[in-house]
């Protein structure tokens, strides 16, 4: 819980914009998350990262895009190509497949 | 590719009732792990399975992770309001956790 930090936590996108969600975390864990929350739907992983310079697709990365630069940001952009981007967006860490701690998340909203 | 379930997605109890969630996977889990979301919060871990058969329990929580390693569940004695939440299943290879849809659990004072 604490050592994750997302910002900003809400967010209104416009029609045909990107926008960047920020995750910073200094628990030293190698692996980080971007998961995606819709009503009754529950978490679908987008993408996660296990080292850095390496990430890999999740289940619903079409429209998203991320990079693994430094150890500790994981950030995730929503492009325009993702068509229902409204949701809540969680980024969590963890140290190699162990419990995963989570960052409080971003609202974004489609206006 | 692997699937995790979870039932019920809604259940409404009395308070001081008991409250139950099953989570099943399609494939066999190394571990499982739960985690509880609370409204307007984000998930939080609760706990971790790991061996066939394991039973954990955490003062009226109790978990359960079946022999075939490809069910769980999680069980509450006598719920409290403070028990409102979301509870996540979730599993998977290595660091890819698949999380189940959840189970809403309200409690009615």
């Known amino acids: 819980d604490g050592g994750i930090t997302q910002s900003p936590k809400y967010l209104f996108r416009k029609e045909g914009q990107n926008v960047t969600l920020s995750c910073e975390q200094n628990?030293?864990?190698?692996?980080m998350y971007w998961y995606r929350q819709d009503p009754g739907q529950g978490l679908r992983l987008i993408y996660y990262?296990?080292?850095?310079?390496?990430?890999q697709k999740g289940d619903i990365a079409e429209g998203y895009s991320v990079s693994r630069e430094k150890k500790e940001s994981f950030p995730l952009t929503v492009t325009s190509a993702q068509k229902n981007p409204t949701a809540f967006y969680l980024c969590?860490?963890?140290?190699?497949?162990?419990?995963?701690?989570f960052g409080e998340g971003s609202w974004l909203t489609v206006v | 590719g692997q699937q995790v379930m979870q039932i019920p997605q809604y259940q409404h109890v009395q308070e001081g009732e008991d409250f139950t969630t099953y989570c099943n996977s399609s494939?066999?889990?190394?571990?499982i792990q739960w985690y509880k979301q609370r409204p307007g919060g984000h998930p939080v871990f609760l706990i971790q399975l790991v061996k066939s058969g394991e039973v954990k329990k955490q003062k009226r929580l109790t978990f359960q992770f079946g022999e075939a390693k490809k069910n769980s569940s999680l069980h509450i004695t006598a719920t409290q309001t403070t028990d409102v939440g979301t509870y996540f299943c979730a599993g998977g290879p290595g660091g890819k956790l698949i999380f189940g849809q959840g189970t809403e659990l309200s409690v009615k004072p």
């Open positions: 494939t066999t889990l190394s571990n």
């Open positions: 969590a860490s963890s140290m190699g497949g162990n419990t995963i701690y």
């Open positions: 990262s296990q080292i850095v310079n390496d990430f």
């Open positions: 628990l030293n864990h190698d692996a």
